[in-house]
Nanobody
Framework: QGQLVESGGGLVQAGGSLRLSCAAS????????MAWFRQAPGKQRELVAT???????NYADSVKGRFTISRVGAKTMVYLQMNSLKPEDTAVYSC??????????????WGQGTQVTVSS
């Protein structure tokens, strides 16, 4: 019914920027909430940002003011602009879709993830 594919990860120095993209194939994604999660080695998956169907956004305290989530509904693309990156932002970032929630178990669709590494 649908697929999520992330891109845009990579290696960047502290203070740098990256933009992650999530391509959502399937009309269902125009009707659900979208989110970015991340998981660092040895740590639990954590919510980074969410965006509702009407464009309302929410962010984890650790990324507020540095990251911006956006979506282009007609093309079903979701972006995560990451500025002022810190080494602690290093993780695998995954795009998710379904019910707006902070719990990753609430999301039905997941991408494969993209690695972001921030060097000090």
């Amino acid at each position: 019914q649908g697929q999520l594919v992330e891109s845009g990860g990579g290696l960047v120095q502290a203070g740098g920027s990256l933009r992650l993209s999530c391509a959502a194939s399937g009309s269902i994604f125009t009707r659900v909430a979208m989110a970015w999660f991340r998981q660092a080695p040895g740590k639990q998956r954590e919510l980074v940002a969410t965006i509702s169907r009407d464009g309302t956004t929410n962010y984890a305290d650790s990324v507020k003011g540095r990251f911006t989530i956006s979506r282009v509904g007609a093309k079903t693309m979701v972006y995560l602009q990451m500025n002022s990156l810190k080494p602690e932002d290093t993780a695998v970032y995954s795009c998710a879709a379904w019910r707006l929630d902070t719990d990753p178990n609430a999301y039905r669709y997941w991408g494969q993830g993209t690695q972001v590494t921030v060097s000090s």
